[in-house]
């Protein structure tokens, strides 16, 4: 007798249901829908969505479907004609504080989206795109470094009154020297005290008293992960100015980012957005004159510039700048120690912080404003055509009270909550002058060659799917067939998984896929080959059946191991395309495992299990 | 049904100076061709730039030619891929070295200059570092998957077994590479890939008859190592040919439909899978026997006390019907 137990049945069942409702997603195809963010990555305001359904209803234009996520406002249309003209409604009437893109939203029901059931992410050379791997110039980046901490030096002994012959930099240490054994060890205390960041020893020469400097290696590790995350966040700003709906930019190694843009194929503009710089200038407030006054006669008096605030008021500022982006070192969003309020803290280099003393000795109780520039893309229309230029934005982002003299470090508090600080901390960081970066790997997919690779992937698994269903249906007939149902629920089960893991599927993870599904049926082979072989023994049937699986499952699982191990190591190896090959090859190997083995002892105890006079097997 | 004759009882050991001859001289041919004619190693691991287009009629290559001369490009080439109407133009590193990125957006505003209608349909760039550092990669891929099969299949099996095996493997993998320099096929990273799958295929194809053979040689009481290689080998001659159908024909279809792109990975794994079944049959058990496996080595440590295996007879437990 051949029988499972009823929980194996349940088991099999439960596995099968659970692998059909998270494969099903990717029949349902996608809703042609806008996506609107915010146009530096900060979280949209709950009301958007009010204001938006408003500005598309006077265009009688109806979303299918409206979703409000802390950073996008996603809607849905019937077709692509209301999607193209929801877009132009919502670019222009929202404005540049919004970045309005076109998305293909996945049409998943309700039902199956609650279940956390998506469908797989396709990669780039299936849908299109721009893969970028950039690289962090950390030399500069460190050089960039030093210097400051040159400038730091000699300031700093400038304004103790220790005399020094040169501070400089040799490599990677900074020497100091000075005429006095006196001098040496007052400047050796000073620096201690003043710049922890570095580790001193006194080295004197022939006629100098000398100390050379390394900064600690901890040090300049957080000054290459901030430098590296600057970068990432200038890119995010970058890529929001690209409308692209779904970008992925993401920390590679100690010195890279990649930054994959689905969509994309303008790579000319991709490349010059993404290498535009931002920055910002510290500016003293003109007191004496009254902006709306300017604003509204056109006069500016001589010393003064005039600018807007976010919300468009203007405000006057002085022509001359304290401090610039280059020249601020970090900013971080943080909470204020003894008032227990959110701020921004401020890290300037040597030359800024030196002016910034000197400025606020002289204004307290003045304010002081940061201006936020930038080169942003704008896209106009001339004589019906579409022209795209680069305009210059100057917004005033932060205008706050000088409560005492400060210079090297300083913070800004009086912020309207947690999110302002972060807000602000994130446009200082992307303003501050970031590691220069280099494209080192670009992968483009144009749509075309994307469709193409979709259809010709598909159609190669379907073809070669179903010769392997027709070889095994004549080959084992009722096992066969058998092992045909055991391959369908392996295809949905890989499927399955490859959509609950989030895994992207690429034309080579196709390849994994066929590559497995001709692997599958090994088991099976196995299997049947054994029973065959019992049969022709002089076994009853019964018993070669369950011989024949008993004995093929070691040898099933030792083959299976072995091509895991050449899998997982491919996935640790592999990059990008490589990788989405070991991901559907592993996975293959154990859904098929389950499948093969288990599944198809089910059906086939299901079908001969309980015939007591069994004379022959269809196999 | 049966495409075997499932008594097939051929003399696979007897043949084993053929099949040393014939894998000796694939061999040869294989390193004769990767000294003399190397790989043509693709971007992934040279570095440059690649850029392919589609045309709306078929170009004269000579017209391209010319345009990319016109712009100043002198150490390029260019080829059709697929159909007439596709083009790709590959620049090598050393000038992407000094241009960077940007210079697939100068070739292709050159090639859409001189004809009307051109669709870009991919650009690959790969500065000289990535390509240094994924052939690296690759390299050492190869050699910790062979690694962990080493050890997996010694645990499992014994050392003779394991070594067998990797000899299997490293035979397998020189000829699938001698077949690709020999036949110009563009060595790129799904190249590298595919020639993993093939490891992972040929090892499973080996495991399977390994495991037979030690049944065997635990369980029969007569016969020499060769009668029961052979034995083996007979036995599971029609799984071995019917998983090598299905594979294959899968990939067939791969070939043939699956575009250009996966073309190399699919001829690569089509060598493998010919060449992994053959060799699992001739070079990974004769090199057991060579080594020397016998039956001792596979005897499982018998506890005093209890019975021998009941050989040629069905374990009590598949005799309950």
């Known amino acids: ?619 | 049904m049966d495409i075997i004759r499932n008594d097939t009882k051929i003399d696979f050991m007897g043949r084993r100076r053929i099949a040393m001859i014939f894998s000796a001289v694939l061999i040869l041919v294989s390193i004769g061709s990767l000294a003399t004619r190397g790989l043509e190693f693709g971007l992934d691991f040279t570095g440059g730039t690649l850029i392919e287009v589609n045309y709306p009629e078929a170009p004269d290559l000579g017209d391209v030619r010319q345009a990319l001369d016109e712009s100043g490009y002198a150490d390029y080439t260019v080829q059709t891929f697929g159909t007439s109407r596709d083009i790709v133009v590959r620049l090598p590193a050393d000038q992407a070295a000094e241009e960077g990125a940007d210079i697939s957006t100068e070739v292709l505003g050159a090639l859409s200059a001189s004809a009307e209608g051109i669709e870009m349909r991919r650009v690959e760039f790969v500065g000289p570092q990535v390509g240094k550092e994924l052939a690296e990669q690759g390299g050492l891929a190869m050699l910790y998957a062979l690694a962990g099969i080493l050890l997996y299949v010694s645990f499992r099996f014994q050392w003779r077994f394991a070594v067998g095996a990797v000899l299997a493997l490293v035979h397998d993998v020189l000829i699938v590479m001698g077949m690709i320099s020999l036949f110009r096929i563009n060595f790129d990273l799904t190249v590298v890939a595919a020639l993993l799958a093939v490891v992972g295929y040929s090892l499973n194809d080996t495991i399977v008859v390994y495991d037979r053979l030690r049944e065997n040689f635990r369980v029969k009481r007569k016969g020499t190592a060769i009668e029961l290689t052979n034995l083996s080998i007979n036995q599971m001659l029609s799984r071995t040919v019917m998983t090598s159908l299905t594979t294959l024909m899968v990939l067939i279809a791969l070939f043939y439909f699956g575009g250009e792109i996966i073309h190399a990975f699919a001829y690569t794994l089509i060598v493998g899978v010919i060449v992994g079944t053959y060799s699992s049959i001739f070079v990974a058990s004769n090199a057991a026997i060579v080594l020397g496996v016998s039956k001792q080595d596979l005897m499982p440590v018998v506890k005093e006390g209890e019975d021998q295996p009941d050989t040629e007879v069905l374990p009590a437990r598949f005799r309950n019907n």
């Open chain 1, 1 to 619: 007798m051949n029988r499972y137990p009823a929980w194996k049945y349940l088991v099999l069942i439960a596995v099968l249901v659970i692998g059909v409702i998270y494969a099903a997603p990717n029949l349902f195809g996608d809703d042609p829908s806008v996506q609107v963010s915010s146009a530096r990555g900060f979280e949209l305001d709950p009301a958007l969505t009010e204001v938006a359904t408003d500005a598309l209803a006077e265009d009688e234009l109806q979303p299918r479907d409206t979703t409000f996520e802390p950073e996008r406002l996603l809607m849905r249309f019937g077709n692509p004609e209301q999607q193209l003209r929801a877009a132009d409604v919502l670019r222009d009437s929202l404005g540049d504080a919004y970045v309005v893109a076109l998305n293909l939203a996945p049409a998943t029901p309700g039902w199956l989206e609650a279940l956390g059931a998506e469908p797989m992410v396709l990669g780039l050379d299936l849908q299109g795109g721009v893969h970028f791997l950039m690289e962090v110039d950390m030399d500069a980046a460190r050089s960039a470094r030093l210097e400051a901490f040159v400038d730091d030096i000699r300031n700093l002994l400038r304004d103790e009154r220790i005399r020094y012959r040169s501070v400089r930099r040799e490599g990677q240490t900074l020497v100091a020297e000075l005429r006095t054994l006196e001098d040496r060890d007052e400047a050796l205390a000073q620096i201690t005290g003043e710049l922890p960041e570095l580790e001193l020893e006194a080295a004197d020469g022939a006629e100098t008293f000398n100390i050379r400097a390394t900064v600690l290696p901890e040090v300049m590790t957080e000054m290459q992960q901030t430098a590296l995350q600057q970068n990432i966040t200038t890119l995010r700003n970058r890529v929001n100015e690209l409308g692209v709906a779904e970008p992925i930019i993401q920390q590679q190694g100690a010195d890279r980012i990649v930054v994959q843009l689905p969509g994309v194929q303008d790579t000319a503009e991709a490349k010059r957005i993404l290498g535009a710089t931002a920055t910002l200038e510290y500016r003293a407030v003109d007191e004496e004159n009254d902006p709306f006054e300017a604003q509204r006669t056109g006069r500016v008096p001589p010393r003064s510039q005039l600018f807007f605030d976010r919300e468009s008021n203007p405000i006057l500022l002085s022509r001359s700048k304290i401090a610039t982006g280059d020249e601020l070192l970090n900013a971080a969003a943080g909470f204020d120690q003894t008032s227990g309020s959110p701020m921004v803290s401020v890290t300037l280099d040597g030359g800024a912080a030196r002016r910034m003393l000197d400025f606020t000795t002289e204004n307290v109780g003045n304010r002081m404003a940061v201006v936020f520039i930038e080169r942003r893309p704008e896209t106009r229309m001339v004589d019906g055509e579409e022209v795209r230029e680069m305009r210059e934005v100057q917004e005033v982002i932060s205008v706050a009270v000088v409560r005492e003299p400060f210079g090297r470090r300083f913070q800004t508090t009086g912020l309207d909550g947690a999110r302002e600080a972060s807000q602000l901390a994130l446009l200082l960081r992307a303003g501050a002058l970031a590691a220069p970066v280099e494209i080192i790997e670009e992968r483009t997919v144009g749509p075309s060659l994307g469709r193409d690779n979709i259809d010709q992937g598909f159609r190669s698994v379907i073809i070669g799917f179903c010769l392997v269903l027709v070889l095994m249906a004549i080959y084992y007939r009722v096992f066969g067939l058998v092992a045909n149902l055991a391959l369908t629920a392996n295809l949905v089960l890989i499927v399955a998984m490859l959509s609950m893991l989030g895994a992207t599927l690429t034309l080579p993870g196709i390849a994994g896929i066929v590559l497995t599904v001709g692997m599958a049926v090994d088991a099976n082979v196995l299997i049947f080959e054994r029973i065959k072989e019992e049969l022709r023994l002089g076994n009853s049937p019964q018993s070669s059946i369950r011989a024949g699986y008993e004995k093929a499952f070691s040898t099933i699982a030792d083959a299976n191991v072995t091509t895991l191990i050449a899998a997982l190591v491919l996935f640790m190896f592999g990059t990008g395309p490589v990788k989405g090959f070991a991901v559907t090859l592993s996975i293959g190997i154990v859904t098929s495992m389950f499948t093969a083995i288990f599944g198809t002892r089910g059906v086939v105890n299901l079908i001969y299990g309980r015939k007591k006079k069994l004379a022959a097997l269809s196999i």
